[in-house]
């Protein structure tokens, strides 16, 4: 597993590692043995890198991960976080007062005094351009309760937006092969920054594991039913926001892909989709959700794919034009 230093925190983390909405809540049921067995698969792998929220089940998420490293202590994982989703998403709500609440329940749920890295949770745009919003969470860094800030992003411009802070240590924002526009701006402007990059939704909701059929179905409380044209949150984050049917056909496509790719066949479609999305220049960490051991050692397993040649780079390109450009490139 590749080793790649976090952007400011200045923390070193695994190349792949763990997105742990699933164990939460929007994706079906996951019982608390399942989620350990998630954990465990992937530790074994080599990740360290745990993504959470406090939303993601209300806080079980979090509990999980803190009463599985609480059993752990031997471990070195840094556990990202995030805050904001409990309020409406009114600018005036992101406060000090408020920050200090947030970040006191997660302190709680994750059972430590210093949480390695907040990061605010798809705010509303015009948060990115209020100081006093980063002054506060500079504060938070002073006070002890948070070691780093970052930010997760719905677009591009609100990543530009936070790489510009001066002390935002990382940006969260969707990557994959049906969503490339990051890798024009952000990326460059992150790694020049020094900011990390963590990509999330990196199979773009499994789309890319190229598993589902276009009469596929999913459980009524998994959000890529109750989700599919954005009723709850932002569409973006379902299926990247792509169009399920012309979803289903690009992933055959990008799955063709490997067969011309000789040094990938030891490997799956899903673990070749997270390798690409984790060989871009500037990405620190790609954060793929697993309900199951099997998808966990799928997915640390990326991180032995080989250097993807020029050639499939292109064909990635060649399908994101063809298919979602024109309706994926101007929204994010």
Known sequence: MDIRTLGR???SVSAIGLGTWQLGADWGDVSEADARSVLDTAVDGGVTFFDTADVYGD????????????DRPELDITVATKMGRREAQDPSNFTLAKFREWTDRSRQNLGVDTLDLVQLHCPPTAVFGMDRVFDDLDTLVAEGAIAAYGVSVETADEALAAIARPNVASVQIILNAFRLKPLDAVLPAALDAGVGIIARVPLASGLLSGKYRVDTTFAENDHRT???NGEAFDVGET???????TGVAAAQEFAALLAAEPSVADFSTPQVALAWVAQ???VSSVIPGARNVAQAQSNAGAGEVPVLSEGFMAGVR??????????VHPRW
């Open 239 to 245: 299926f990247s926001g792509v169009d399920f049917e």
């Open 59 to 70: 806080g079980r998420s979090e509990k999980f991960i803190g009463s599985y490293l609480a």
């Open 226 to 228: 109750y989700n599919r």
């Open 280 to 282: 871009q220049p500037g």
């Open 318 to 327: 060649d399908i994101y034009d063809r298919h979602f450009r024109a309706a």
């Open 9 to 11: 925190t200045g923390r």
